[in-house]
């Protein structure tokens, strides 16, 4: 960590709290400043803002209790010693409201979801419960009273859901890892669309116990993880008997396939998303040149299954679930999620049935098909929708996300969502490989080896957000949000962190013959008089900061900056040569006040 590192905990995996764990840093040290940092990013008056990944977070009280309990242990002896997470809110958390994504809906469950606890017993500790698609219907991460949750990567796309926030606090670098659910896709579109690992996990393997049911006999606990290394940790922990879950099942022990032979859709439909369609193709040749023989098959079948689950009568558990709760008159129900629930009072025990003959006939066609593949490969989602294009067609939108996902549980499949590439424009792609029940060790054995080959960074990293990888920097001046030159940050993928003011040794100078205005900032004498001056943090990748660096002209430069609170950061300073001929305009309030004035007149 450099003194130049605004946050010291942004974006650590599974590996990097263990290591500060073991150079004698402690949980009670860094969580609780983990979490103000949190606050301050996320919330106002104390609550997460609206469209924030999170619904609630971890009281001081909370995180207390939770640190208590691993006084006195050593951190090799829990596998997730002081690792923060967060958990989706439709999953119980003692000392945590559940809300499914509906305040009317909350109450405050007395125990944990097994899953939950499992993971507090290996050390493991939750910061928060976070947003979704209300009761885990949709793979948008819009359905929510809470507000609909942005992209890591760019705000304009959506995050995918119904996990959305779970996914979201790991790209960010909020959290380590994050719990989900997956019931028609929601543990990969969201992973796909933030470059995040997405554990789908064989049915029955992570206990459903303590979560509120979308359909009840597909339901699967969901892992967001950074790297496969970390989603292969969490699985062991995670995956456990669970007697008081009538889904649960004792693992079977199956020889793991060696996947080598891949099925690839024949004609696959993109949607007019040409960059999808592209990135997909550079992942099938990078898959080729990296040994792997990929083959074309009918998917026809399974998109025949995947239909079952929304136009058949599946949704029907979706009633059972909370429809009598979702008949009421409520302002927190969202409107599209009340249709869907509702809709599962039309189909009939006759339509069960013939859906679940078709169903069975139509896994005949899925065992064959893995007696001749080792695994599918498919793109994770057809396409990556703005928020205005999911406006405009909500149904629409949210369906062709599911294209690759929605046939998987039906099929007692399992899957794994893995990064495949940065897409010319920036945004994640993720590929989506799927094998028959009981492979996920397979799975995860594919991702290490395709980790290994394409070496990408994590989501903190790309996002400038991991500390060891990212640099902070302050602009004073022409280069604030708003300003003519923050398109020098914006394109860079720039994130600004928070509005501050420097240590009171600092004077502000309107720079002579500059176009746009610029000022600089010099940094007086023990003996001189200084002032605050307000500063914006903005937070890139190392290698954006270089470049950024390359674009400053004299008489600027970049040099070290410190903050009224002690912090030094990399920031503007200017050489006095250039100060006879500027105006001092230390006591104007910082640049925006100052061209106002001008403005003004």
Known sequence: MTASTLSPLSGWNLSDWAKAYQSGQTPQQLLP???????????????????????TLATDAVLAQQLASLEGKAPASLPLFGVPFAVKDNID?????????????AFTPQRDATVVALLRAAGAVVIGKTNLDQFATGLVG?????????????????SGGSSSGSAVTVARGQVAFSLG????????????????????????????????????????????????????????????FDAADPYSRESVAVPQRRIKRLA????????????????????????????????????????????????????????????????QDLPGLDPIVKSIVLSGKLPSAVDQFRAEYRRLELMRYVTALFDDVDALFVP?????????ALAEQPIEVNSRNGVYTNFVNLADLSALSLPAALRRDGLPFGI????????????????????????????????????????????????????????QLSHRSARLVEQTVTA?????????????????????GDDEQGVAIIVELWRLTAAAFGSFVNEVPQPMGIGNVELADGRIVNGFMCEAVVLPAATDISEFGGWRAYIASLQAG
């Open 33 to 55: 400043q983990l979490l103000q940092q949190i606050r301050e990013e996320e919330c106002d008056n104390g609550k997460p803002v609206y469209g924030s990944p999170w619904i």
């Open 93 to 105: 958390v003692a000392g945590f409201a559940t809300t499914g994504g509906c305040p009317e809906f």
């Open 142 to 158: 819009t359905r929510s009273p809470y507000g609909p949750v942005a992209n890591s990567f760019k705000p304009e796309y959506v």
């Open 181 to 240: 659910t997956d019931t028609a896709g929601s543990g990969r579109v969201p992973a796909g669309f933030n470059h995040l690992v997405g554990v789908k996990a064989t049915k029955g393997l992570v206990s459903t116990n303590g979560v509120i049911p979308a359909c009840k006999s597909l339901d699967v606990v969901s892992i967001f993880a950074l790297n496969s290394r970390d989603a292969e940790q969490l699985l062991d922990v995670a995956a456990q």
């Open 264 to 327: 690839i859709p024949l004609s696959p439909q993109w949607f007019g998303d040409v960059e999808q369609q592209q990135a997909y193709e550079q992942a099938c040749v990078l898959a080729r040149k990296h040994g792997l023989e990929l083959v074309e098959k009918d998917f026809g079948p399974l998109f025949e299954m995947a239909a079952l689950l929304y136009q058949g009568p599946w949704v029907a558990e979706r009633y059972a679930a909370v429809g009598e709760f979702m008949e």
């Open 380 to 388: 994770t989602s057809p396409h990556f929708p703005t928020h205005a």
């Open 432 to 487: 989506t490989l799927i094998a028959p029940a009981w492979q996920d060790r397979a799975l995860l054995a594919f991702a290490n080896r395709w980790e290994a080959a394409l070496k990408l960074p994590e989501a903190p990293v790309l996002l400038g957000r991991k500390a060891d990888e990212s640099v902070v920097i302050a602009v004073v001046g022409a280069h604030l949000s708003g300003m003519p030159l923050n398109h």
């Open 504 to 524: 009171d040794q600092y004077r502000l100078y309107a720079l002579a013959n500059t176009t746009p205005p610029k000022p600089g900032l010099v940094r007086v």
